[in-house]
């Protein structure tokens, strides 16, 4: 894949959908950014809009800052990797879970200071994932985890509900009604040649430590590192479970007799029946999953 140099004249797109629409802020604090690096800025307004834009600033060989939530991050993503010229990504994140940019990449959680970094931080590799013919950089998911996705969409609608507090109330949700739709998976991790379908109540495979706004389930995980960390969750009942949650969402679950860590390059993930999957945050559905690791595919400025 080819690096380019960031041009005078950056891509900045910016979603005024993020931070429930309370993005003015962003906009004051982007002015001078604008007018300092002749950026060529966009506010999206359809889904697909942001990748699009992305992939082609990337053939263009021009820098892309994108301040939104993980969603964008996730859709700029698939236009960089699309596009297969290499160039800096700016992340100011503006959602209610930035998991990749607070707790993977670590950065400033202040707009302001997030903002100078996004423009003028060092860009260094990070690795990314590609599922079948979608990327993400944080995290993939195959169960329960996926299914609590799809029922933060509705339940942000609600007051007061962001961050970690929509997500641990969408896991509760799905634990009392939706614990039923657990999959049964055959997984491969790089070079198996057998695997025995068994019961999940999640399978998550990452680069950063945590996703839904805080749940640490792969406390390891290195996005430096060329290698996944995976986490699998053995169904257990449903009382069990509900103990389980807190446990996992800290971090402390590493002896648990239900969970099992891993390390892989690629993973090929079957299930007999349609089930849910978790992209940095979106959903879609499938029945068998190849999962390849990137290493360094993605520069990002920290």
Not at 33 to 40: L, P, Q
Not at 48 to 63: L, T, W
Not at 106 to 133: K, S
Not at 148 to 159: E, S, Y
Request: hydrophobic letters at 40%.
């Amino acid at each position: 894949m080819e690096t380019t140099e960031p041009s005078e004249n950056p891509l900045v797109i910016l979603n005024p959908a993020a931070n429930r629409g309370k993005i003015h802020h962003y906009r004051s604090l982007l002015r001078p950014y604008i007018e300092r690096t002749r950026a060529e800025y966009v506010e999206t307004g359809r889904p697909g809009e942001a990748r699009q834009c992305a992939q082609q600033a990337a053939q263009q060989g021009r820098s892309v800052i994108i301040v939104g939530g993980d969603g964008s991050v996730h859709e700029v993503v698939n236009g960089l990797l699309s596009a297969e010229r290499r160039v800096p990504l700016g992340i100011v994140a503006a959602g209610s879970g930035n998991d990749y940019a607070w707790r993977a990449l670590q950065l400033p959680q202040d707009p302001a200071a997030a903002m100078e970094r996004a423009f003028y931080g060092q860009a260094i590799a990070v690795d990314a994932g590609r599922v079948n013919d979608c990327y993400f950089v944080n995290s993939f998911g195959v169960g329960l985890d996926a299914n609590i996705a799809q029922a933060t969409g509705w339940l942000k609608k609600l007051p007061l509900m962001s961050g970690a507090r929509l997500y641990y109330t969408a896991a509760v949700q799905q634990l009392l009604f939706g614990y039923s739709k657990c999959p049964w998976l055959t997984c491969r991790l790089d070079d198996e040649q057998q695997a025995v379908e068994k019961r999940y109540v999640l399978f998550a495979v990452t680069n950063g430590p945590t996703y839904g706004a805080g749940f640490r389930i792969n406390p390891r995980a290195d996005h430096l590192d060329g290698l996944f960390d995976v986490c699998a969750i053995a169904y257990a009942p449903l009382l069990r479970a509900l103990k389980l949650l807190p446990v996992v969402k800290k971090g402390e679950h590493e002896r648990l007799p239900e969970v099992t860590f891993y390390r892989a390059k690629t993973l090929h993930i079957e299930s007999k029946k349609l089930v849910t999957m978790l992209l940095d945050g979106e959903t879609s559905s499938a029945t068998s999953f190849d999962v390849q690791i990137l290493p360094g595919a993605l520069l990002v400025r920290v």
